[in-house]
């Protein structure tokens, strides 16, 4: 399903763009599809959905957002309503993919809204990405693996060096440059 495709769009979800269709495409090519994903913050679903339909994988996606998981529904992917990896059990997924909130906001100019929540990765961009990094390993299988999607404007090396603290290695396996940022596909393993 292209980003063009999508039918009952809510408001208040974040829909497919550039990054999403960069992590899609990533974890489409690099899964060998029997495995068990976890896409957390869903949004519109369409990275799970793609995952899901381009692969033999089971997917299960998550959101916070209420709205992002009846619209990921409407789009047949299973969707539990959760803040991050929260009520998933330990060790049983091999791959977990997401693509966070990672502008950089200032305090000052934040709104308080679904799509603020979807968009904010806080002042320095990583207020979402840490807490995840933190967390994402207990839910991993022993060989588990990592998409995270980042920006320029977050600082990758910044993220990287995040996730190192955190156990992972980790690798750029994916690029594409935009006008004002880069998005860069992060493969991280333990």
């Given at each position: 399903?292209?980003?063009?495709?999508?039918?009952?769009?809510?408001?208040?979800?974040?829909?497919?763009?550039?990054?999403?269709?960069?992590?899609?495409?990533?974890?489409?090519?690099?899964?060998?599809?029997?495995?068990?994903?976890?896409?957390?913050?869903?949004?519109?679903?369409?990275?799970?959905?793609?995952?899901?339909?381009?692969?033999?994988?089971?997917?299960?996606?998550?959101?916070?957002?209420?709205?992002?998981v009846?619209?990921?529904?409407?789009?047949?992917?299973?969707?539990?309503?959760?803040?991050?990896v929260?009520?998933?059990?330990?060790?049983?997924?091999?791959?977990?993919?997401?693509?966070?909130?990672?502008?950089?906001?200032?305090?000052e100019?934040?709104?308080?809204?679904?799509?603020?929540?979807?968009?904010?990765?806080?002042?320095?961009?990583?207020?979402?990405?840490?807490?995840?990094?933190?967390?994402?390993?207990?839910?991993?299988?022993?060989?588990?693996?990592?998409?995270?999607?980042?920006s320029?404007?977050?600082?990758?090396?910044?993220?990287?060096?995040?996730?190192?603290?955190?156990?992972?290695s980790?690798?750029a396996?994916?690029?594409?440059?935009f006008?004002?940022?880069?998005?860069?596909?992060?493969?991280?393993?333990?």
């Amino acid at each position: 399903m292209g980003l063009e495709d999508r039918r009952d769009q809510e408001p208040d979800v974040y829909q497919p763009a550039e990054d999403s269709q960069l992590l899609a495409d990533t974890a489409t090519e690099r899964l060998t599809g029997d495995e068990l994903v976890l896409e957390v913050g869903t949004g519109s679903g369409y990275v799970a959905g793609r995952i899901a339909d381009e692969t033999a994988a089971r997917v299960i996606a998550s959101d916070l957002n209420p709205h992002a998981v009846r619209q990921a529904r409407a789009e047949n992917v299973e969707t539990v309503r959760a803040d991050l990896v929260a009520p998933f059990r330990d060790g049983v997924f091999d791959a977990v993919a997401f693509n966070p909130p990672y502008l950089p906001t200032d305090p000052e100019n934040e709104w308080d809204d679904w799509m603020e929540h979807a968009l904010s990765g806080g002042e320095d961009g990583r207020a979402v990405i840490d807490p995840f990094l933190e967390t994402v390993g207990r839910v991993l299988a022993p060989d588990g693996v990592v998409y995270l999607l980042v920006s320029s404007l977050t600082g990758v090396d910044a993220v990287v060096e995040r996730a190192g603290e955190e156990g992972f290695s980790a690798v750029a396996v994916a690029d594409e440059s935009f006008p004002f940022e880069t998005l860069t596909v992060l493969e991280l393993h333990r």
